[in-house]
């Protein structure tokens, strides 16, 4: 019998059979930089904000993009293209690197990113990358960190643990930890009702904080300030969610949405400053999304090229639409001041 939090680790992670060991793009779902690379550039430009800012207070560069989760390195390498062509100063100097678990896809996207930009560096675990300045990226990271999952049966909360079999029981808490959390959920749950906790966050973010050095943390994920309401984890397969857990293990995605006053909380004991917190949609019109819209339309009067500039309007909405990925997503800014 192993707590959930492991049984979702090893249902992703597992080298050979996890589900992220084998996702085919778009099969069960569509990340952001999947649908359009106007979104990695409207990032590049947020980044290169982020750079002239840290250059004005005297924060000496080089700087570096540490993109976390960075998977087959597609956001990377449209991030730098972006760079390149529209802040190509800031391009010049920097250091790219990826962090990325699945020892394949860190290899495969080093390879592809270098023959972008000579400054590009992988590791497989972001505690082996140096201390640096600049700006720490995730998109769709943390939602798919492994939780750990309680369950309020009896006016009791307990941990749910995941048999050989597949099947849930409930036993005590694994670790001490989860006590202040059960007890802050405890009184919005109903009988039977589940909660997802996410304890990877809180330490993942104590390591951003101790290899930034200086900068900026710009997260990009699906979830919400949850204020205490129940957030149970659910799955994704050809584009259908549903609750079932454990079947298919493997097969399909597991992800429980990011409760982002936990990683404010935790950011601000850490020392970070809160810069700003927004729905994605916003945040891509504010930085300017729309050039990429009127670049379509500047397409051909008809045929190929522009059903292609339709398809590619279409892609953009999906990301700023309010009922698409536009609400469903937020963008959240940590600030990080130099040490005294």
């Excluded at 080298?15 to 069960?28: K, L």
């Excluded at 800012?53 to 390498?77: N, W």
């Excluded at 600049?134 to 307990?158: C, I, Q, T, W």
């Excluded at 710009?218 to 979830?223: C, M, R, S, V």
Aim: charged share 30%; net charge negative.
């Amino acid at each position: 019998m192993q707590t959930f939090r492991d049984y979702m680790e090893a249902a992703l992670y597992d080298p050979e059979r996890g589900y992220y060991s084998r996702r085919i793009p778009t099969e069960d779902f569509y990340t952001a930089p999947e649908l359009h690379p106007a979104f990695a550039g409207v990032l590049a430009r947020k980044i290169a904000e982020k750079f002239a800012a840290l250059s004005a207070r005297g924060t000496p560069g080089p700087y570096s993009i540490v993109e976390m989760g960075s998977s087959s390195g597609l956001l990377a390498a449209d991030v730098l293209k972006s760079l390149k062509r529209e802040n190509p100063e800031w391009a010049r100097a920097l250091r790219y690197i990826v962090v990325e678990r699945s020892r394949p896809r860190l290899l495969e996207s080093v390879v592809t990113l270098s023959a972008l930009h000579e400054g590009v560096i992988g590791y497989s675990r972001l505690e082996d990358v140096l201390p640096c300045a600049g700006v720490f990226l995730s998109n769709e990271l943390v939602d798919a960190l492994p939780v750990h999952l309680l369950e309020k049966r009896d006016g009791r909360m307990y941990e749910v643990y995941v048999e050989e079999s597949g099947r849930t029981v409930l036993s005590d808490l694994s670790t001490r930890e989860l006590a202040p959390m059960a007890e802050g959920v405890a009184p919005h749950l109903a009988e039977g009702e589940r909660h997802a906790v996410n304890l990877e966050a809180l330490r993942w973010l104590r390591v951003v904080e101790a290899k930034l050095k200086e900068g900026f943390l710009l997260t990009i994920d699906y979830g919400k300030r949850f204020g205490g309401a129940p957030n149970p984890p659910r799955t994704y397969h050809r584009h259908t969610i549903d609750s079932r857990l454990t079947e298919g293990k493997g097969l399909k995605d597991i992800t429980a949405s990011v409760d982002f006053d936990l990683l404010i909380g935790e950011g601000r004991k850490l020392g970070f400053k809160l810069h700003s917190y927004e729905p994605l949609g916003r945040f891509l019109v504010e930085g300017g999304i729309g050039d990429w819209i009127n670049d379509d339309e500047g397409g051909g009067p008809h045929g190929r090229e522009e059903v292609a500039s339709y398809r590619s309007r279409a892609k953009i909405k999906t990301l700023i639409h309010p009922e698409a990925m536009g609400e469903a997503f937020k963008v959240l800014i940590l600030e990080k001041a130099a040490s005294a």
